[in-house]
């Protein structure tokens, strides 16, 4: 199978299993709010997969060996899975506040949150643009190196920022204020998940200890 038809089934099986997670909740498909962030999502991901097809094909194939399984450290394992817990709480709670009515969001603000899910998928695609060893698990490539340049100038794990950007645009796109609390379990899981990578990280990669004295901030430049 071709890098670019498993990139494209992955995708494709992505946005299935985000539409089940948002319209069986709410049980209904009058929910624009939805479509429209699906219509986000899958916009901005297609966009990012066909630059890396032209323009970094590795990065991609990274990309794609990703889930608990992938993960050679047990701790990432455990992690994985309560990273993919959360990211199914966030959609599915949100829905279901949408399917009862718990908290009415206008319409400007659903469009603030498709905004924000844009914006945090376009940090992520400077992330790939700056790094090609952005493995969706972790591990240390042959010819890896330190990148301390772009975003990484600023924070440790940039990609990990526009991620939680992203992600905090879901509920309030899917017009959920409640939603907005699943978000703090998805938060503890990152750090968690930073913070054993560091570790190991600062093990095995020449320099990156070096790199976490140059540059002190894991998430929040000036603040963490």
Wanted: charge should be neutral; include cysteine.
């Amino acid at each position: 199978m071709t890098l670019n038809k498993k990139a494209s089934l992955g995708l494709a099986w992505l946005i299935v299993v985000m539409a089940a997670m948002t319209f069986l909740p709410a049980w209904t498909l009058d929910y624009w709010q939805a479509w429209v962030l699906l219509a986000v999502f899958f916009a901005c991901t297609v966009a990012i997969d066909l630059y890396l097809v032209k323009n970094d094909p590795k990065l991609l194939e990274r990309r794609l060996k990703a889930g608990p399984g992938s993960e050679p450290e047990k701790s990432q394992k455990i992690i994985q899975v309560m990273a993919m817990v959360a990211f199914v709480a966030i959609f599915v709670f949100s829905a279901l506040d949408h399917r009862f009515g718990w908290s009415p969001v206008p319409p400007y603000v659903c469009v603030l949150g498709d905004v924000l899910v844009a914006l945090g998928l376009y940090l992520v695609f400077l992330v790939f643009k700056e790094n090609t060893f952005t493995s969706a698990i972790i591990e240390i490539d042959d010819e890896q190196r330190v990148i301390s340049t772009g975003p990484y100038a600023l924070v440790r794990h940039p990609m990990y920022v526009g991620a939680l950007v992203m992600l905090i645009g879901v509920p309030l796109a899917l017009g959920s204020w409640w939603g907005l609390i699943t978000i703090v379990p998805m938060v503890l899981v990152l750090v968690a998940r930073l913070l054993d990578e560091e570790k190991f990280l600062a093990k095995n990669l020449a320099g990156y200890s070096e790199y976490q004295s140059k540059v002190r901030y894991h998430l929040l430049p000036l603040i963490w």
